[in-house]
């Protein structure tokens, strides 16, 4: 019996100004278990128009997010609003130079975010899918929650941490990000790649820090 093909369809993100990327929150996190990275990725009227989720499942994913947090190897899946798979987003292992690499449903490459050294900033390149750098983001220390796509001196977008209220910032990882296009006319590709960066930027800076 002949398989059926997986149904993809990738988020039309081009008519969008802004969206919400809101990490969904797990009940687990409030006694202090390190439960599985979902997001949920809303329109500015705070409608869903998709979704994110960590792969790894069971016991030995448990195990990885608990002891080597940000670090370990995974995968994030980002469906649509009807669940079809939209894109993948692998990271794999490593220490500090860390990164995502993003494709299509079908697995071709659009890009990939890769972390920069630095240590008095927040800096990673967005890569396109020959690698070539397009877009870097820098942001000094002190400005925690802000994240500009610079390129050739101009914003080409942002992605700003939100607020979530003092029991979840102080008790959970739950964090919620505000992505700005400010170049309308980036396609759907690369407004991919920054929501792609939404969710490395919770995942890098602000998931709790194991060893």
Not at 101 to 128: M, P, T, Y
Request: aromatic share 14%; proline share 2%.
């Amino acid at each position: 019996m002949a398989s059926t093909p997986q149904q993809t369809a990738e988020i039309n993100l081009t008519t969008l100004q802004r969206l919400l990327v809101q990490q969904r929150h797990e009940l687990g996190e409030w006694i202090g278990f390190e439960t599985r990275n979902k997001y949920e990725i809303l329109d500015e009227q705070k409608r869903p128009i998709g979704f994110a989720a960590e792969q790894q499942k069971g016991f030995w994913g448990f195990i990885m997010r608990s002891f080597l947090g940000h670090w370990r190897t995974f995968d994030i899946y980002i469906f649509n609003i009807n669940r079809e798979l939209s894109a993948t987003a692998h990271h794999p292992f490593r220490w500090y130079f860390e990164r995502i690499e993003v494709r299509d449903a079908a697995g071709k490459s659009l890009g990939a975010i890769q972390k920069k050294f630095s240590i008095l900033s927040k800096k990673f390149d967005v890569e396109n899918s020959t690698g070539a750098t397009i877009m870097e983001v820098s942001s000094p220390i002190w400005r925690i929650w802000s994240f500009p796509f610079m390129r050739n001196g101009k914003k080409l977008a942002e992605i700003n941490k939100k607020w979530s209220g003092f029991l979840s910032e102080a008790l959970t990882d739950r964090d919620n990000f505000i992505v700005e296009f400010s170049d309308t006319s980036m396609n759907n590709q690369v407004r991919t790649l920054i929501v792609a960066a939404a969710i490395f930027v919770d995942l890098s800076y602000f998931e709790r820090k194991k060893s």
